[in-house]
Nanobody
């Protein structure tokens, strides 16, 4: 099974920015929804942001106004622009594509620390 390929994680200071990218495992138009989830140590995986077919976008409350999810149809890629990062944003971030099957990326570490 082809897996989404993520990139862009790393270490950043509080208040900084990062952009995550994820290449879809096929044509982006074949998926009903795509998005980003995260899992912090000792916590359950949670939704961060999601784009649903038709254009509806959902953000978890803690990232509203700071994170932006977007897609590039020509590149079959989804992005997560993260600004004003906080230590509590530290987690492994996973991209997800939902269609006839559910595809998860391998995860990329984001660490926000001074």
């Amino acid at each position: 099974q082809v897996q989404p390929v993520e990139s862009g994680g790393g270490l950043v200071q509080p208040g900084g920015s990062l952009r995550l990218s994820c290449a879809a495992p096929g044509s982006i138009f074949s998926f009903y929804a795509m998005g980003w989830y995260r899992q912090a140590p000792g916590k359950q995986r949670e939704l961060v942001a999601r784009i649903i077919k038709g254009g509806r976008i959902i953000y978890t409350d803690s990232v509203k106004g700071r994170f932006t999810i977007s897609r590039d149809n020509a590149k079959n890629t989804v992005y997560l622009e993260m600004n004003s990062l906080k230590p509590e944003d530290t987690a492994v971030y996973y991209c997800n594509f939902e269609g006839n099957s559910n595809f998860w990326g391998q995860g990329t570490q984001v660490t926000v620390s001074s």
